[in-house]
């Protein structure tokens, strides 16, 4: 990796993008090299700082142009129809990728995967230090309680998130799972309504919350006789995603190919 790390953010004026963008020029070794946005935003054209009032030099554009290709790594966290188009270009030109978009059909995780063998790649549904943490932590406690205990999953994000459950949410599902040998297509329950069967002990449940402007908080609740365990992250603020992202840019800058996600980036793989 070269001394400077030159990061192209795509939708530039999300929450997320100018979480990034401020992230990136506070930090010692990243650069913002390029702010992309969908050709219908208003921003088109304005500095990429405009949002908290620091000057960039760096204007939002709304297509790839030669400067994008001087970027070493690509951060996105738009929605998936927009991040396959962003990928065939990282993977055309050689550009690593960050990718914390979420909501992907089971067919487009693959194309993600297969544009691993040409580019190094960390996807990850949730960037946060923490949250990964609490995936291993997961894994480990499902391992000990899974034979005991009904495992339920709860999230809640603010209004406007449109995927449910959350990336995150299924992540956990995934670590419970992966760790009890079951599956969450055979045994996920993402909806209860009126008269139900009773609950079976290897159901792995889901709970979706919607409202106000919360970034996002995620339990794994172990409920046993005479006994719960809970394990909780929340989300303060993105700054936390925004820090991990740039982890993890780091991380894939040394990388030539390869799909990666957080617990790559941490060192949490055991």
Same mark, same amino acid.
């Given at each position: 990796?070269?001394?400077?790390?030159?990061?192209?953010?795509?939708?530039?004026?999300?929450?997320?993008?100018?979480?990034?963008?401020?992230?990136?020029?506070? !930090?010692?070794?990243?650069?913002?090299?390029?702010?992309?946005?969908?050709?219908?935003?208003?921003?088109?054209?304005?500095?990429?700082?405009?949002? &908290? =009032?620091?000057?960039?030099?760096?204007?939002? @554009?709304?297509?790839?142009?030669?400067?994008?290709?001087?970027?070493?790594?690509?951060?996105?966290?738009?929605?998936?129809?927009? +991040?396959?188009?962003?990928?065939?270009?990282?993977?055309?030109?050689?550009?690593?990728?960050?990718? =914390?978009?979420? #909501? &992907?059909?089971?067919?487009?995780?693959?194309?993600?995967?297969?544009?691993?063998? !040409?580019?190094?790649?960390?996807?990850?549904?949730?960037?946060?230090?923490?949250?990964?943490?609490?995936?291993?932590?997961?894994?480990?406690?499902?391992?000990?309680?899974?034979?005991?205990?009904?495992?339920?999953?709860?999230?809640?994000?603010? @209004?406007?998130?449109?995927?449910?459950?959350?990336?995150?949410?299924?992540?956990? *599902?995934?670590?419970?799972? +992966?760790?009890?040998?079951?599956?969450?297509?055979?045994?996920?329950? &993402?909806?209860?309504?009126?008269?139900?069967?009773?609950?079976?002990?290897?159901?792995? #449940?889901?709970?979706?919350?919607?409202? #106000?402007?919360?970034? *996002? !908080?995620?339990?794994?609740?172990?409920? *046993?006789?005479?006994?719960?365990?809970?394990?909780?992250?929340?989300?303060?603020?993105?700054?936390?995603?925004?820090?991990?992202?740039?982890?993890?840019? @780091?991380?894939?800058?040394?990388?030539?190919?390869?799909?990666? !996600?957080?617990?790559?980036?941490?060192?949490?793989?055991?």
């Amino acid at each position: 990796m070269n001394d400077t790390l030159n990061i192209l953010i795509v939708g530039a004026t999300g929450k997320m993008g100018q979480a990034l963008i401020q992230e990136i020029i506070s !930090d010692k070794i990243t650069k913002l090299c390029g702010a992309m946005e969908h050709k219908d935003s208003s921003f088109i054209g304005q500095d990429a700082g405009h949002f &908290f =009032g620091v000057k960039t030099n760096i204007n939002i @554009k709304d297509c790839f142009d030669d400067s994008s290709k001087a970027a070493d790594v690509l951060i996105d966290f738009t929605r998936p129809s927009a +991040s396959l188009e962003y990928l065939a270009y990282c993977r055309n030109h050689k550009i690593k990728y960050v990718l =914390g978009t979420t #909501g &992907f059909s089971e067919g487009e995780k693959e194309i993600i995967e297969d544009a691993s063998n !040409d580019i190094s790649i960390c996807f990850a549904p949730n960037m946060s230090v923490g949250v990964n943490l609490l995936l291993s932590l997961t894994e480990m406690a499902t391992k000990v309680l899974h034979e005991d205990f009904d495992i339920e999953i709860i999230e809640t994000h603010h @209004k406007d998130k449109v995927d449910a459950p959350s990336g995150t949410a299924l992540g956990l *599902g995934q670590a419970v799972a +992966s760790s009890s040998n079951r599956t969450l297509s055979e045994h996920g329950v &993402f909806q209860r309504e009126g008269i139900m069967p009773p609950r079976q002990r290897t159901d792995i #449940g889901f709970s979706t919350i919607r409202g #106000g402007d919360v970034v *996002g !908080d995620h339990t794994v609740l172990y409920a *046993g006789d005479g006994e719960r365990i809970e394990l909780t992250h929340k989300a303060g603020s993105r700054k936390t995603f925004a820090k991990g992202a740039l982890r993890a840019a @780091k991380f894939i800058a040394t990388k030539t190919q390869g799909l990666f !996600d957080m617990r790559d980036v941490l060192g949490l793989r055991g």
